[in-house]
């Protein structure tokens, strides 16, 4: 049993590490060439369609099943646990994301 774990974890190694280069290109804090649509989009799940927020200024109330914030603006988007954009904030930086807390929510830039 033990070999066979042994041999799962070298294994994976060597595929990770042939992917390096590949995930220092998308490391935070790099530069990579993301399309600035200027809109935050959220996903909820696979049978709702995405909500997007064009040009989005103050605070906006996440919909209630939200699942994943996407910030494709040019400034770093602030998202709150609350619907009132009251709560301390996480920064999420123009071309990233993050996962939201459902049932409430808020996001404001």
């Given at each position: 049993?033990?070999?066979?774990?042994?041999?799962?974890?070298?294994?994976?190694?060597?595929?990770?590490?042939?992917?390096?280069?590949?995930?220092?290109?998308?490391?935070?804090?790099?530069?990579?060439?993301?399309?600035?649509?200027?809109?935050?989009?959220?996903?909820?799940?696979?049978?709702?369609?995405?909500?997007?927020?064009?040009?989005?200024?103050?605070?906006?109330?996440?919909?209630?099943?939200?699942?994943?914030?996407?910030?494709?603006?040019s400034?770093?988007?602030?998202?709150?646990?609350?619907?009132?954009?009251?709560?301390?904030?996480?920064?999420?930086?123009p071309?990233?994301?993050?996962?939201?807390?459902?049932?409430?929510?808020?996001?404001?830039?």
């Open positions: 049993m033990r070999r066979t774990a042994l041999t799962a974890a070298l294994a994976a190694g060597v595929v990770f590490a042939g992917a390096g280069p590949a995930f220092a290109q998308n490391a935070p804090g790099t530069v990579r060439d993301v399309p600035n649509t200027n809109q935050v989009v959220v996903f909820s799940n696979e049978l709702l369609p995405l909500e997007a927020y064009q040009d989005p200024h103050g605070c906006h109330r996440l919909p209630t099943l939200s699942h994943v914030l996407n910030n494709e603006t400034r770093t988007v602030h998202l709150h646990a609350d619907a009132y954009c009251m709560t301390p904030d996480v920064p999420i930086l071309g990233h994301g993050m996962h939201t807390t459902q049932l409430s929510g808020s996001f404001s830039s």
